[in-house]
């Protein structure tokens, strides 16, 4: 009976599991061990670092640069135009032409009647571009003696180099 009494306090550790017994057999074969189920702190772990590492995954793929399409540079949340390599692109848009003075943007959400969005102007304005002229739709940028047009429509936009 002491037995039975030292294996109960013993058990807050272990799982055990039932199995069938001979009453000829001792306690020691009635009660076996089983595997024992992750603590909550080894459960909170995995998930802490799970999600550790697929925030290093997305962090390092928007961080790192990379090409886009060919036709722009990415580092950080901008990218940057081949045409004018200086000159601030956003990332979500993608060059559809490309020529040699003129690359077509495609951009999700831009609205002619509205414009250029006011984060996009103030990332130009942010790598030293000045709004030097507006004519309608086309807006002309210098920065030293460079010079751009931007000329934007619903969901794309164009940048030209003048000659």
């Known amino acids: 009976m002491d037995e039975l009494k030292n294996l109960k306090r013993n058990m807050d550790d272990t ?16 009660l076996r061990p089983r595997k024992k189920f992750p603590s909550n702190r080894i459960l909170e772990a995995a998930g802490v670092l799970v999600c550790a590492c697929l925030l ?8 790192n640069i990379q090409s886009n399409g060919g036709n722009a540079v990415q580092h950080n949340a901008y ?5 004018v390599p200086d000159f601030p692109i956003p990332p979500n848009a993608k060059a559809i032409k490309v020529k040699k003075n003129l690359i077509q943007y495609s951009l999700p959400g831009l609205v002619e009647e509205d414009g250029i969005s006011r984060e996009f102007q103030k990332q130009i304005e942010a790598n030293g571009w000045k709004k030097t002229d507006q ?29």
């Open 15 to 30: 799982v055990f599991q039932k199995v069938s017994f001979d009453r000829n057999k001792s306690i020691q074969s009635v």
């Open 56 to 63: 290093f995954l997305f962090l390092h793929g928007n961080l």
């Open 79 to 83: 990218v940057y135009s081949k045409l």
């Open 135 to 163: 004519l309608g739709l086309m807006s002309e940028y210098s920065k030293g003696s460079k010079k751009i047009q931007l000329m934007h429509k619903t969901g794309f936009f164009y940048l030209i180099k003048p000659d």
